[in-house]
């Protein structure tokens, strides 16, 4: 099964209401071996905006996840190296 091509994607997680739950999208993120750093864009709201740098792409993070993860995928972009402005994956906090 293919886990996509490595490299930044832009990920957006909503769901966020706390300081505790950005460490928990802190944590959840940074225990997936797949990660290699996590740069925050943005905030705003209940809305987080990151850069991922990943050693595959979205769809092996999304397998490493697994379904204990606070973090569900809602939607993703196409693979490839390069983030499009427009294009970005989404997550929802449990």
């Given at each position: 099964?293919?886990?996509?091509?490595?490299g930044?994607?832009?990920?957006?997680i909503t769901?966020i209401g706390?300081?505790?739950d950005?460490?928990?999208?802190?944590?959840?993120?940074?225990?997936?071996?797949?990660?290699?750093?996590?740069?925050?864009v943005?905030?705003?709201?209940?809305?987080?905006e990151?850069?991922?740098?990943?050693?595959?792409?979205?769809?092996?993070?999304?397998?490493?996840?697994?379904?204990?993860s606070?973090?569900?995928?809602?939607?993703?972009?196409?693979?490839?190296?390069?983030?499009?402005?427009?294009?970005?994956?989404?997550?929802?906090?449990?």
């Amino acid at each position: 099964m293919d886990s996509g091509v490595p490299g930044v994607y832009r990920a957006v997680i909503t769901g966020i209401g706390s300081a505790d739950d950005y460490l928990r999208v802190s944590a959840a993120l940074q225990g997936v071996s797949v990660v290699r750093s996590i740069r925050p864009v943005s905030a705003n709201g209940d809305r987080m905006e990151v850069d991922l740098e990943l050693l595959t792409g979205i769809s092996g993070l999304n397998r490493m996840l697994g379904d204990n993860s606070p973090l569900v995928p809602v939607s993703v972009p196409t693979e490839g190296p390069i983030i499009l402005e427009n294009e970005h994956a989404e997550y929802r906090l449990k």
